[in-house]
């Protein structure tokens, strides 16, 4: 037996007896943190208390999946995120330092003889979380063409001014601005951002659903405009697998491919695979183009092209994109995707491409 196929082995029987025993290892975990810190427990309201057992539970679940594909980077950077989030909450970088400690320890525990695996991907958690450089950055940045507008955009969206959002993105229509354009250098960094603005607590959940809820409203009143272009006979599902809730990026991607002439059914968010593949049929689609913006939903799209692969949707081309397959760029290939794409334009590219 080769070498490969036993260190397959060995990362499987790891990432399930992790998901085996999730609740067990949680508990544990849970424990020792506060062993370790015992003044959480009078500092700590109840739902502190299990808002700290459900983000172990999360790091558990993403340090699962990072095993399960091999991949040190997806983990790494699912921390630096973890990170940004709870630091700008005011959890101490102490406190979360042990936290991964902890599970260190309760995983080598668990594991005795796979330890060296584990402790790659928590080491480098322990190293990124005790690095204390900022990541100051903007999405909206001096590389757009129309960094004002999307400055002034931002503005107006978070601060629940619709009507101004509308109009401004009309007068850049009547100046002859391309909506692409509109697209990539204003609705796209502009989502961005506003996640990036949630990550660091800079504004709140409602702010971010409304903001997200305008740019949806302002998109669909430019269709008259996206839905004129002659067809050219191709066919594209959009979707996003179960579970899956960020759709704005593959609604855009919908959108992109419409006004190249493509006929395009978006499915929305969290979409059931037997409704895809139903849909995939039905509409004799040349491409299904898939998001994941999440790594734990990985595996779902990679569990969809294994069923689609079953069906007479077998030959469907299918495009997939989102964060964790910016993360690993052949993460595609390791789930059996036909490409993947970083962006709207070069999904267009992609598509020619595969049809060819």
Same mark, same amino acid.
């Given at each position: 037996?080769?070498?490969?196929?036993?260190?397959?082995?060995?990362?499987?029987?790891?990432?399930?007896?992790?998901?085996?025993?999730?609740?067990?290892?949680?508990?544990?975990?849970?424990?020792?943190?506060?062993?370790?810190?015992?003044?959480?427990?009078?500092?700590?309201?109840?739902?502190?208390?299990?808002?700290?057992?459900?983000?172990?539970?999360?790091?558990?679940?993403?340090?699962?999946?990072?095993?399960?594909?091999?991949?040190?980077?997806?983990?790494?950077?699912?921390?630096?995120?973890?990170?940004?989030?709870?630091?700008?909450?005011?959890?101490?970088?102490?406190?979360?330092?042990?936290?991964?400690?902890?599970?260190?320890?309760?995983?080598?525990?668990?594991?005795?003889?796979?330890?060296?695996?584990?402790?790659?991907?928590?080491?480098?958690?322990?190293?990124?979380?005790?690095?204390?450089?900022?990541?100051?950055?903007?999405?909206?940045?001096?590389?757009?063409?129309?960094?004002?507008?999307?400055?002034?955009?931002?503005?107006?969206?978070?601060?629940?001014?619709?009507?101004? =959002?509308?109009?401004?993105?009309?007068?850049?229509?009547?100046?002859?601005?391309?909506?692409?354009?509109?697209?990539?250098?204003?609705?796209?960094?502009?989502?961005?951002?506003?996640?990036?603005?949630?990550?660091?607590?800079?504004?709140?959940?409602?702010?971010?659903?409304?903001?997200?809820?305008?740019?949806?409203?302002?998109?669909?009143?430019?269709?008259?405009?996206?839905?004129?272009?002659?067809?050219?006979?191709?066919?594209?599902?959009?979707?996003?697998?179960?579970?899956?809730?960020?759709?704005?990026?593959?609604?855009?991607?919908?959108?992109?491919?419409?006004?190249?002439?493509?006929?395009?059914?978006?499915?929305?968010?969290?979409?059931?695979?037997?409704?895809?593949?139903?849909?995939?049929?039905?509409?004799?689609?040349?491409?299904?183009?898939?998001?994941?913006?999440?790594?734990?939903?990985?595996?779902?799209?990679?569990?969809?092209?294994?069923?689609?692969?079953?069906?007479?949707?077998?030959?469907?081309?299918?495009?997939?994109?989102?964060?964790?397959?910016?993360?690993?760029?052949?993460?595609?290939?390791?789930?059996?995707?036909?490409?993947?794409?970083?962006?709207?334009?070069?999904?267009?590219?992609? =598509?020619?491409?595969?049809?060819?």
């Amino acid at each position: 037996m080769s070498s490969k196929v036993t260190d397959r082995k060995v990362y499987s029987s790891i990432v399930r007896n992790i998901s085996q025993d999730i609740e067990k290892l949680s508990k544990k975990i849970y424990k020792r943190i506060f062993d370790k810190l015992p003044h959480l427990n009078s500092q700590y309201s109840n739902t502190d208390k299990r808002r700290s057992y459900e983000d172990i539970q999360y790091h558990l679940n993403y340090l699962s999946h990072s095993i399960h594909y091999t991949q040190e980077a997806l983990f790494n950077e699912y921390i630096r995120w973890t990170k940004s989030l709870l630091l700008s909450r005011n959890l101490s970088r102490k406190s979360l330092v042990i936290t991964f400690e902890s599970m260190k320890e309760i995983l080598e525990e668990k594991f005795p003889t796979e330890k060296k695996i584990v402790n790659l991907y928590l080491d480098n958690a322990i190293s990124i979380i005790k690095d204390e450089k900022r990541r100051d950055f903007s999405y909206i940045n001096d590389t757009n063409d129309h960094k004002e507008v999307a400055l002034k955009y931002l503005d107006y969206v978070l601060n629940g001014k619709k009507r101004e =959002a509308d109009t401004l993105i009309r007068n850049l229509i009547s100046q002859d601005i391309d909506i692409k354009d509109i697209y990539i250098d204003i609705f796209q960094p502009v989502q961005q951002e506003i996640g990036r603005l949630w990550e660091t607590n800079q504004i709140n959940v409602a702010q971010e659903h409304y903001s997200t809820a305008v740019t949806q409203l302002i998109i669909s009143r430019l269709y008259d405009k996206i839905f004129s272009s002659e067809k050219i006979g191709n066919t594209l599902i959009a979707t996003c697998i179960g579970g899956e809730l960020h759709e704005l990026g593959i609604r855009m991607i919908a959108d992109f491919f419409e006004m190249e002439g493509w006929d395009t059914y978006y499915l929305g968010a969290n979409t059931p695979i037997d409704s895809i593949i139903s849909s995939i049929i039905n509409n004799n689609a040349d491409l299904l183009a898939v998001s994941a913006t999440i790594m734990i939903h990985v595996s779902t799209v990679e569990e969809m092209i294994i069923q689609i692969r079953k069906t007479e949707a077998k030959n469907v081309k299918i495009m997939v994109g989102g964060y964790p397959f910016n993360i690993v760029p052949n993460l595609w290939e390791i789930i059996g995707a036909d490409a993947f794409a970083t962006d709207a334009q070069s999904a267009i590219k992609t =598509a020619s491409k595969l049809l060819r």
